[in-house]
């Protein structure tokens, strides 16, 4: 989702892009990569990749370092040697979410599952491997493509079927248009460090995510019931409130993205079959 959002807000803006799919690259294969180097000689090089899913990971924690964290290494250990900058994505589950209020670059992190901690040490590991490395730790992300969160959401409340979301979880709610431009914007900025990127807005739960955006599709919104995470009985835990700021965005010149619920108005109103979703 991310990926695909990204290719367009730099092919809109006249750049050549080289897109790859974790079907076709494997970013722990380190030969692949330095095929893909030799082949693309990239400027720039924006790591989408990731495995998102919390439980799977839980589950299979080998899979997890592999792509999340040796996979950004070698990313990185790539750009050194090709002179490419690096920006890989991270996410707002490297907090445990005890903190009340926003998280910025000066918290510590303290991930409470695997996912959470193979993101982080990607995150260090890049950093280490490679000078000219950005990170843009990011979530609750929403768009259009990919099969998420709303891709299930949406269908069956356009059916009328009862929908349960958590309402005891706090973020900062994504557009992965918004997200892409903003890297856009931080390539061009070539400024190494941790970033922080969501739209703006003081966060909400996920029953208030989906409840807002019943309400941007003009749907009903009376069959959505708040839950609390516990009663799920998920794998892996997950932060209470993860919501994010940024303390560099407006010290390099980066006007704060537009509301939430601004971007949500726009995603609300998707082309005829075009899916969506929020990753979690």
Not at 136 to 162: A, D, K, Q
Request: glycine fraction near 8%; aromatic fraction near 8%; hydrophobic fraction near 40%.
């Amino acid at each position: 989702m991310v990926g695909r959002a990204v290719v367009r807000c730099c092919t809109d803006r006249g750049e050549q892009v080289a897109a790859m799919d974790h079907a076709t690259f494997d970013i722990s294969n380190e030969e692949a990569i330095r095929s893909a180097f030799e082949r693309e000689r990239p400027d720039v090089l924006i790591n989408c990749a990731a495995w998102t899913d919390v439980d799977g990971c839980q589950l299979d924690p080998e899979r997890a370092q592999l792509t999340n964290a040796i996979g950004p290494s070698l990313l990185a250990e790539a750009c050194r040697k090709y002179g490419a900058l690096l920006i890989t994505i991270s996410t707002d589950y490297v907090f445990d979410g005890e903190k009340e209020g926003f998280y910025t670059q000066r918290d510590q992190p303290n991930p409470q599952s695997v996912y959470g901690a193979t993101k982080l040490e990607g995150e260090r590991r890049a950093q280490n491997a490679c000078a000219r490395t950005m990170v843009v730790r990011s979530g609750y992300i929403f768009g259009h493509g990919g099969t998420n969160f709303l891709s299930t959401f949406l269908p069956r409340l356009r059916r009328g079927e009862p929908l349960r979301a958590i309402g005891d979880m706090f973020g900062t709610p994504t557009y992965a248009e918004d997200l892409a431009k903003r890297l856009y914007e931080l390539a061009a900025l070539d400024l190494p460090g941790i970033y922080h990127v969501t739209n703006s807005g003081e966060g909400v739960s996920f029953f208030e995510f989906v409840r807002a955006t019943a309400d941007q599709s003009g749907l009903a919104s009376t069959a959505i019931t708040a839950i609390s995470c516990s009663s799920l009985g998920l794998l892996a835990p997950r932060p209470r409130n993860s919501r994010l700021r940024c303390l560099l965005s407006k010290a390099v010149g980066l006007a704060p993205l537009r509301d939430w619920s601004e971007a949500l108005a726009d995603f609300a109103q998707p082309s005829v079959g075009e899916s969506a979703g929020v990753s979690s």
